[in-house]
């Protein structure tokens, strides 16, 4: 009967296509669906990592936990900030950059070129590259402030309470500038030269152009450039594990999780912790996908 | 309203001059088409004009001012884009508005203005319309309208309607020819379409690797042309080209000898070159006749294409030579059958060995 329905030449094209995407299923639910289906189902238990075999249930308690624990609420904040500012700044410099890599400059190829760099260098090491230039007795971060007399004494930028998470976020900047740049860049080699000089026989200001014709025309790309971001900042690690340890002033919510699942070997509450920066992650989605696509359609 | 005048205008883009020198002058009210092929600098030279290219040499004066150093803002010009160059984020009429809004019009002059402008493209019911949401045609009335409403001393079109499908074009032909008597204004019209140049302009400038080939009403281009290459461009199908060989001068005109010893006297107006100089005929298909027997030159059909209100007959000389003749659209006629072609003085032209006309 379903014969009859589908026409032998779709049912083929249907069968191929599931063919082709099962590999790929496979190895999403293999590295992605399994640890997370455990990690959801660890965090509704007392589990260690000594007695991964025996533990018992219990319920929210893993997160009524989380909820009074100053701690963890401070890596929230932590992780707010450092997302809301890096992201920000981030997203100025890289518009600036961009513009300036889109105009016609002499030997702009090497430029772009050189402005990827940061962002090749894997993480780790530019975080431990960065935390030998910030080091308090030997960096050269110091020692430039001293020389040109910025500073009075050597600072402990990465021990600092107070400087740890702007050196980080500063860190971050560096590293990631390089992306939104080139994210930014792509839209607008994208845009057509002709409505910049449909602007200058219109006699518009090119302050006034920017605003009132690049900036919308770009914006759909900046989303998807912010919310990368914004995804990645959130769950951000490595930065704040190399340059600062697990010190609370700069404390993420994945530092945070790493801590309790594998310092204190706590797998049951370290996994409310991800679970809860999973939701986290997905609400900053969601929020973002919506909010982003009503704003196109009411300005755009 | 006000002319514009070129003076020794020259262009180049880093060594390679594109504008070799152009002498120009567009009466106030005056509509002239740039015509050529591709790559001929009629678009550059239009640019230049607009001030979105600078001279390399050369002035150039607008209602009499010379506005070598003026921005494209302050020479009194509008240009429609081939492309329409719209901002696709407005509407229609946030396009038309956005050159207004920003150089402090007060709102109601500019509504007045964005209005009236839809009025006369008659588009007053897509304004509040996105450029996405409007066809080709749509859209080009939109450019349009954005040049309007900026009351322009001269209006400038890159290609305007190449971008439009074949029906649309003759329409939006019609509509230009209908807003250049209305807004009476100077423009100057940039197209690779020879039919466009002759419908709409009241003189044409044909233009070939940056030089002024010829400049002249329509009609002077159509029956004087100055040279080979105006003569090929324009007039559609185009002239025919035949190698002839001169005899020498006979009463204000040549005689040559067509394939087939076939004599033809072609008034002229230069000096004769000598006899046995190797010249051009060209006829356009337009002017070929067909006699039904006697004398004329004998033509073998290769070819017939019908188009329905006329027939083109390639048809194959002689000596080998070919040739296009224009035929009315039912006339009988087959590939092979044998033809004899009556060619008028008149009407045929003859070009020197250089490509210029005698």
């Given amino acids: 009967m379903n014969a009859h329905r589908t026409p032998s030449l779709e049912r083929q094209r249907r069968r191929a296509a599931w063919l082709f995407l099962l590999p790929m299923l496979v190895v999403l639910a293999g590295v992605a669906g399994w640890p997370l289906v455990r990690t959801v189902f660890f965090s509704f238990t007392d589990a260690t990592l000594g007695t991964l075999d025996g533990f018992r249930g219990v319920g929210l308690d893993n ?169 990645d900042a959130l769950r951000v690690f490595d930065l704040m594990y190399v340059l600062t340890g697990n010190s609370r002033s700069t404390m993420s919510m994945s530092v945070y999780a790493r801590q309790y699942l594998i310092d204190f070997q706590d797998v049951g509450y370290g996994s409310a912790a991800a679970t809860v920066l999973v939701l986290v992650l997905a609400a900053a989605t969601v929020l973002a996908v919506t909010l982003g696509r009503v704003r196109v359609d009411a300005g755009g | 309203m006000a002319g514009v ?171 230009i020819a209908r807003l250049k008597a209305d807004l009476r204004a100077t423009m100057i019209y940039v197209t690779h379409d020879q039919v466009e140049a002759m419908t709409l302009a009241d003189r044409i400038v044909v233009l070939n690797a940056g030089r002024v080939e010829q400049a002249g009403t329509p009609l002077e281009l159509y029956h004087h042309p100055r040279n080979r290459f105006v003569a090929g461009f324009i007039g559609s199908p185009a002239m025919n080209a035949l190698d002839v060989v001169s005899e020498g001068r006979a009463d204000g005109a040549v005689r040559v000898w067509l394939p087939g010893g076939v004599p033809l006297e072609v008034p002229v107006d230069g000096a004769a070159p000598p006899a046995g100089t190797r010249l051009t005929l060209g006829v356009r298909p337009e002017h070929v006749g067909v006699t039904d027997g006697g004398a004329g030159l004998v033509a073998t059909v290769t070819a017939v294409e019908r188009l329905g209100g006329e027939t083109h007959c390639h048809v194959a000389l002689e000596d080998g030579q070919r040739l296009l003749v224009r035929r009315d659209g039912d006339r009988p006629v087959t590939a092979g059958e044998r033809l004899r072609l009556n060619l008028r003085g008149e009407t045929a032209h003859l070009f020197g060995p250089d490509g210029q006309r005698l």
């Fill in chain 2, 5 to 175: 005048t070129l003076r020794g205008v020259r262009k180049s883009f880093g060594r390679i001059e594109v504008i070799h020198g152009v002498d120009l002058e567009v009466a106030d009210g005056e509509f002239v088409a740039f015509v050529g092929p591709s790559g001929c600098g009629k678009s550059t030279l239009l640019r230049l004009i607009a001030g979105l290219e600078e001279p390399s040499a050369g002035d150039l004066f607008i209602g009499g001012v010379r506005v070598n150093d003026r921005p494209p803002a302050a020479r009194g010009i509008a240009m429609v884009f081939q492309s329409y160059a719209l901002y696709p984020h407005m509407t229609a009429y946030q396009n038309m508005a956005f050159g207004l809004t920003l150089s402090r019009t007060d709102k109601r002059t500019i509504e007045e203005r964005v209005r009236a402008a839809a009025r006369l493209l008659r588009i007053e019911e897509l304004l509040d319309r996105k450029p996405r949401d409007l066809s080709g045609g749509q859209r080009q009335r939109v450019a349009i309208g954005r040049a309007i409403v900026r009351e322009p001393q001269v209006f400038l079109f890159d290609e305007p309607l190449s971008n439009l499908d074949a029906g649309l074009r003759v329409q939006m032909r019609l509509e």
């Fill in chain 1, 63 to 231: 997160y009524l936990w989380l909820m009074r624990d100053p701690v963890w609420w401070r890596a929230v904040w932590n992780t707010l900030l450092f997302t809301v500012v890096s992201v920000a700044v981030e997203t100025a410099l890289g518009l600036g950059i961009a513009l300036i890599l889109n105009a016609h400059l002499p030997g702009r190829g090497l430029l772009r070129a050189a402005v990827l760099i940061p962002w090749a260098i894997p993480t780790v090491v530019s975080a431990q590259m960065w935390g030998w230039m910030f080091h308090d007795l030997y960096g050269v971060v110091n020692a430039i402030l001293l020389g040109i007399g910025l500073i009075a004494e050597p600072r402990a930028w990465t021990a600092d309470p107070d400087l740890a998470l702007p050196v980080v976020i500063a860190v971050d900047v560096w590293k990631s500038t390089p992306f939104m740049a080139l994210l930014i860049l792509a839209a607008l080699q994208m845009l057509p030269r002709d409505l910049y000089e449909a602007a200058r026989v219109d006699g518009v200001h090119p302050v006034k152009v920017f605003f009132r014709v690049t900036l919308p025309l770009i914006r759909p790309a900046l989303m998807v450039a912010v919310l990368f971001r914004t995804l």
